[in-house]
Every structure is written in structure tokens, then in C-alpha cells.
């Protein structure tokens, strides 16, 4: 049973992906990891700005930072996207049956309008 | 998109035997939505939809079981409109008077975004309709989600290759 505080979890890591720079930070890191200078170069921003949203995204669990150097690096945590893939893979078979059905009733008004032009 | 495992949003591309203005009705005339909505074995007692930008709709799920019927309602608010083209609506739990209830105290099984974003784009095919379905916990209005699918593919790559 799932608790409360996984669908914090997840609203959380939808906000914390509803901002493009985070997004492209988090993109970044997919590649492997940096040091917050590294994030920082691709953006028109300060170095503090930047923090700010790394900063986002560590709350959210999408990126920890390692203790073994001053400059600590940041790698990317997988498993809240991980979260938000299992809610895409739950959605999925249920939009399929729903265009399958479409289709089926889409196939059944055609046939009752022929039905209709044959009778008139 | 590359793969459809591990995907960060619901992306479905169908096409369909009818023309794009019948496609068009299927999403909002609340009549012939109600035919093909609700998941199997449940029925759409109630759809309402004021379909203009920033008009609010309601849709009701009734699902049988041994305590009899159950119902969920569906709110949601219509951010952009062009007809037989491009459909986006937000779309949350409510109740039945379209107050937004949070997903957990549904009873929910896993965990929801409060407020998820249903968008839909037709293209007419040779008298066919090409549709593009995606629907994803983020809101298109909110701060800086404009170009999130692209965004979202590369992520969608990274969890799919993830060990374990």
C-alpha cells in the first residue's frame, strides 16, 4: 500500500521537472556528473541561481551531491523518475482500451449510418 | 519517441477510419465521449464540457462492485482549443461538485500528481485522422514546461538504460 508521502514524492518531482533549467540540468546529468560550475556553463545565470535549482532538485531526490571532494559533484538518482515511469506504464493500457473502444464505436456509427442511408 | 517502456509520459499515436472533425466530437461532444471513455466495465453517468479556453469540465466513472456502484469524478480546466486540430485540458480528482480532492484520499493504489495534463493533436491522413495523445503529470501552464517532451524523451532513455 502506498503512503502518502510517495505521492508527495512524486508531485514533488513533477514540480521539481516543471522548469526548463532544471530539466536540462537534469538532462545534463543524465550523461554523467558535474561539478556545479560545469551546470552553470550552459546558462546565462549565476552561480547562486544555479545552486538554487540544484538545490530543487536534491529536495526532490532527483540529484544527490558527493561528500568526497570540496567541489562536490552531482550525480543524478534515477528513482523518482523511476516513480514517474511506473504512473506513465499504469496509464498506458488504460488509454489503449479507450482507443480501442473509440475505434469499435467509431466502426458501429458508420455502420448505423449506412443502415440509415439504405433505409431512406 | 524511441521506446515505450520507461516513458515519463502516456504517449499513444492511433489513426483512425473517420475524418478529423468526427475525431474532434469523440473528445468533446459529452455524448459520444461518454461511449468510449470510461475503462472497461465502468460507465460515464455525467460529462460536462464547457470546451472554450479556461472552461472547466466534469466527468463521472461509475464502476461496478460487490458494494455496489462507485464513482469517481474527474475536474479539469481546457487551456487550449483548436478545433479538429489541438485539444489540452488539465485534468485532476474531484468530487462531484468539481472541488479538486487530492488523489490519496481517493484511495488511490500508487502515487498521482494532483494534476495531470491530457493533450491531444489531430492531422487528417488521406480522409483518416492521425492522433497524438500525451498525457503527463505536468501541466502545460506551468512555469517553464513549454518544450518538457523533449526534455522528457532524453529522461525516458536515461530510466529505461538504468540498471536494476
Redesign the interface.
Do not use: C
Given at each position: 500500500m502506498?503512503t502518502?508521502t510517495?505521492?508527495d514524492?512524486?508531485?514533488e518531482t513533477?514540480a521539481a521537472?516543471?522548469?526548463?533549467?532544471?530539466?536540462?540540468i537534469?538532462?545534463r546529468l543524465?550523461e554523467g556528473e558535474a561539478t556545479v560550475n560545469e551546470l552553470a556553463e550552459p546558462f546565462d545565470m549565476t552561480l547562486p541561481a544555479i545552486s538554487k535549482h540544484i538545490k530543487v532538485l536534491e529536495r526532490a531526490g532527483l540529484v544527490v551531491r558527493a561528500h568526497r571532494a570540496q567541489y562536490r559533484p552531482c550525480a543524478?538518482d534515477?528513482a523518482p523518475?523511476?516513480?514517474?515511469?511506473?504512473?506513465?506504464?499504469?496509464?498506458?493500457p488504460?488509454?489503449?482500451?479507450?482507443?480501442d473502444?473509440?475505434?469499435?464505436?467509431?466502426?458501429q456509427l458508420?455502420q448505423q449510418r449506412r443502415a440509415s442511408e439504405q433505409d431512406g | 519517441m524511441a521506446d515505450?517502456?520507461?516513458?515519463?509520459?502516456?504517449v499513444?499515436e492511433?489513426t483512425?477510419?473517420?475524418p478529423v472533425d468526427?475525431i474532434w466530437l469523440?473528445w468533446t461532444d459529452p455524448e459520444?465521449f461518454k461511449?468510449?471513455?470510461g475503462?472497461?466495465g465502468a460507465t460515464i453517468p455525467v460529462a460536462t464540457m464547457d470546451v472554450r479556453v479556461g472552461g472547466t469540465r466534469l466527468v463521472c466513472m461509475e464502476m461496478q462492485t460487490p458494494n455496489g456502484p462507485m464513482h469517481m469524478w474527474f475536474t479539469g480546466e481546457y487551456l487550449q482549443i483548436v478545433e479538429n486540430e489541438r485539444l489540452v485540458y488539465t485534468e485532476s480528482m474531484a468530487d462531484e461538485h468539481g472541488n479538486v480532492v487530492?488523489?490519496?484520499d481517493m484511495g488511490?493504489?500508487?502515487?498521482?500528481?494532483?494534476t495531470t495534463e491530457i493533450r491531444v493533436e489531430l492531422e487528417a491522413v488521406d480522409g483518416r485522422t492521425k492522433?497524438v495523445?500525451t498525457?503527463a503529470?505536468?501541466?502545460e501552464d506551468?512555469?517553464?514546461?513549454?518544450?518538457?517532451t523533449m526534455?522528457?524523451d532524453?529522461?525516458?532513455?536515461?530510466?529505461a538504460s538504468?540498471p536494476g
Open positions: 502506498p502518502a510517495d505521492e514524492q512524486l508531485s513533477f521537472l516543471a522548469n526548463s533549467t532544471r530539466r536540462a537534469v538532462a543524465a543524478l534515477g523518475l523511476e516513480a514517474i515511469s511506473t504512473w506513465a506504464d499504469q496509464h498506458r488504460v488509454w489503449e482500451a479507450r482507443f473502444r473509440m475505434d469499435d464505436y467509431i466502426a458508420r | 515505450d517502456k520507461g516513458s515519463v509520459a502516456v499513444i492511433r483512425f477510419d473517420a468526427f469523440m459520444h461511449a468510449w471513455y475503462p472497461d487530492s488523489p490519496s488511490m493504489p500508487e502515487g498521482h500528481p494532483v492522433m495523445m498525457h503529470g505536468v501541466p506551468s512555469p517553464g514546461a513549454a518544450g518538457w526534455a522528457f532524453k529522461l525516458a532513455a536515461q530510466v538504468r
